[in-house]
């Protein structure tokens, strides 16, 4: 099993830029897949970034350019760094990891993109 922690969510104003990060319990390299995954008010989930163990990586267009996921120095860390931000982009992320085809969530952060 794989516990996942999600911080670095807030509130900021259009045009800002947050990083958010997911660690993980185990090292993400014995993960097949981690990413970040949103949901918008009134929306059903959707998937914003992945990254694999060998660290390719995968948008979804409305992000590409502006999101920038990433692997840290710690081996059970990711991070997803937004800039750009637009309101949105208002939405709880929630970090998941794919270990061996059972799907793991964190529990959510909130970023909202306000004036």
């Known amino acids: 099993q794989v516990q996942l922690m999600e911080s670095g969510g807030g509130l900021v104003q259009p045009g800002g830029s947050l990083r958010l990060s997911c660690a993980a319990s185990?090292?993400?390299?014995?993960?097949?897949?981690m990413g970040w995954y949103r949901q918008l008010p009134g929306k059903e989930r959707e998937l914003v970034a992945t990254?694999?163990?060998?660290?390719?990586?995968n948008y979804a267009d409305s992000v590409r350019g502006r999101f920038t996921i990433s692997r840290g120095n710690a081996k059970n860390t990711v991070y997803l760094q937004i800039d750009s931000l637009k309101p949105e982009d208002t939405a709880v992320y929630y970090c998941?990891?794919?270990?061996?085809?059972?799907?793991?969530w964190g529990q959510g952060t909130q970023v909202t993109v306000s004036s």
């Open positions: 998941y990891a794919d270990l061996l085809g059972w799907l793991y």
């Open positions: 185990r090292t993400i390299f014995t993960m097949n897949t």
């Open positions: 990254i694999t163990n060998t660290g390719s990586t």
